[in-house]
């Protein structure tokens, strides 16, 4: 059992390793390797998120057919965690990406949209100045009045920096110093001080338990007086007046 643990084995005096028989490979021949996967996928055929970082036991293998000037392309094959799908990517040598082939479709990724957007407004600029020695030119003006626009905020930053730098301490202590200004000291009392302080408050407190407790004031109430009430004027007195009975008298005979 301990030999199993050592790092070198015993090799005899008269070991040749050419004689040893070597085994005869594919020149393609897959490998099983453990990989996480580099970027969140969906399954073509069950719809199953995987996402980056999950762990596969993988086949690895050389792309024979492609390579990006001269560096090999590799092919990594996976299986669904759902459906058992079989699920094909590669590495992308040209981005220092991985790009999905097989079984799969990759995820929206808004870093690599902006990344996308940079390098097409970069290969727009370079076609246009090709033909254009004016517009390159005026490319080169902006970009030296931009970088001159950040070195100066950014000295402008600096001098707010130092303005609001650490205060020197020697020149303000020298200040003081000749304003004629003495610092506070606070004194410290002695033990034989602080006994002398509790024994006259005691002794204040015993006079005042001695002579009685202070009359207490008596309490005044406010007394508020009402305000007097208003009063009507008596209604008028209603005179009805009777109209006169108007009687005819009778002619005498």
């Known amino acids: 059992m301990g030999e199993r643990k050592v790092l070198n084995k015993y090799f ?5 390793p050419a004689l040893m028989p070597r085994r005869k490979q594919p020149k393609n021949m897959q490998i099983e390797v453990r990989m996480m996967l ?9 719809g199953e998120y995987m996402y980056r970082g999950k762990k596969f036991n993988s086949r690895k293998e050389d792309v024979l057919e492609e390579d990006y000037h001269g560096i090999k392309i590799f092919r990594f094959y996976i299986r669904c965690i ?12 040209q981005h220092g990406d991985y790009a999905a082939e097989h ?14 957007d940079e390098a097409a407004v970069l290969k727009e600029r370079e076609e246009e100045e090709k033909g254009d020695s004016m ?3 005026e ?21 707010i920096n130092q303005r609001h730098a650490k205060v020197d301490t ?20 002695t033990e034989e001080e602080i006994q002398a302080e509790m024994e006259n408050f005691r002794k204040r407190k015993l006079e005042q338990l001695a002579s009685g407790p202070p009359a207490k004031a008596a309490k ?12 009507k004027p008596a209604p008028a007195p209603i005179v009805i007046k009777k109209k006169k009975s108007v009687v005819a008298s009778k002619p005498k005979a």
């Open 139 to 159: 490319n080169r003006t902006l970009d030296s009045k931009r970088e001159m626009d950040i070195l100066d905020a950014l000295d402008e930053i600096k001098a």
């Open 103 to 116: 079984g799969c479709q990759r995820n929206f990724e808004p870093w690599r949209e902006t990344d996308a």
């Open 170 to 189: 020697d020149a303000l202590l020298a200040k003081v110093a000749s304003s004629g200004e003495q610092p506070v000291e606070t004194k410290i009392m």
């Open 12 to 16: 005899p005096p008269d070991f040749d």
């Open 82 to 93: 759902t459906c058992a799908s079989e699920i094909t990517f590669k590495t992308d040598p």
């Open 38 to 46: 580099p970027f969140s996928i969906q399954c073509s055929t069950c």
């Open 220 to 231: 005044t109430v406010p007394v508020t007086l009402a305000a007097p009430e208003q009063v």
């Open 135 to 137: 517009k390159a030119l």
